[in-house]
């Protein structure tokens, strides 16, 4: 079983389990048109408070679920109920500004630490240079700087959205960025499904298998693999399952995802801390 994460609470999550191969995601907007190869080619840059174009992944596409749909559904359904409802699907400004941190590994791994302190990492300056030095190891660190796309649009048979980063290669690798840290070893269950969707999307593009998707955390700098194994394409079906299900809102969660869940108030969970449930 994958850890549990979800994109409202990407750095204060509690794992639950991670394995050894396995939102905040970013809600980026993904426009629904067959044929685009890139969703720049469909709208004008949009700038951000981190100077890069921010694209957000809009409505489902006849009932298709976008990426961040699913991620968001892998943590609690009915978070994504009450954010479909509200059309809440863009990222806070400090969760996209941790993520534009995977734009800039080059230049972050020469930066000086007063650059890097006015930076949203989530290490000191001289431990972040480390990461980015071990990262710079990776056989496709080259690609990882320079992808060979950035926020491209796929449309799959179940699902669509963006995919931060294509890298090159036989077959080409897509990735997801999240602005939070990973588990000790593997990745967060939302990230997983998100990262299994985004790979099916593409294979159903390219018709060729894509076997594997990265999961960046540039905050810290560290990137891990998903393998598209048994286990996590049946995490990625079930979820894809209850999307398609969902009618209205799903049952409450109540435990503590619901802590720092923007709907918690209306949802109506209880979110006591075990002292006061004890009485101290």
């Known amino acids: 079983m ?35 190869s890139s969703v720049r080619d469909l709208v004008p840059e949009l700038p951000s408070e981190s100077g890069r174009t921010v694209i957000y992944e809009i409505a489902a596409i006849g009932g298709m679920p976008t990426f961040s749909d699913l991620s968001r559904a892998a943590y609690c359904p009915r978070q994504l109920y009450y ?35 006015d930076l949203p990492i989530d290490s000191s300056p001289v431990d972040y240079r480390d990461a980015l030095d071990r990262l710079s190891t990776r056989p496709d660190w080259q690609q990882l700087c320079e992808p060979t796309e950035q926020e491209y649009y796929v449309e799959g048979k179940d699902c669509h959205g963006l995919l931060h980063k294509l890298l090159a290669g036989d077959p080409p690798v897509p990735t997801v960025v999240s602005p939070g840290e990973p588990p000790e070893q593997g990745v967060w269950e939302p990230q ?9 999307a593409l294979a159903w593009e390219r018709q060729r298998e894509i076997p594997r998707a990265l999961v960046e955390y540039p905050a810290v700098g560290i990137v891990r693999e998903v393998e598209l194994t048994c286990r996590r394409t049946a995490a990625y079906r079930r979820v894809l399952r209850t999307v398609r299900s969902m009618d209205g809102p799903p049952p409450r969660v109540d435990d503590s995802r619901c802590e720092s869940c923007e709907y918690r108030t209306e949802c109506g969970v209880k979110t006591r801390s075990l002292r006061s449930l004890l009485g101290f």
């Open 2 to 36: 994958e850890a549990s994460e979800g994109p409202s609470n990407a750095d204060t999550a509690t794992p639950m389990t991670a394995d050894s191969a396995g939102t905040g995601s970013r809600a980026c907007v993904a426009f629904g048109c067959s044929g685009v």
């Open 83 to 117: 954010a479909r409802r509200d059309d809440d699907r863009g990222p806070p400004p400090e969760a996209e500004a941790r993520q534009a941190l995977a734009f800039r590994y080059d230049e972050l791994r020469e930066a000086d630490d007063e650059t890097l302190a």
């Open 192 to 200: 997983s499904v998100r990262a299994v969707a985004a790979a099916n």
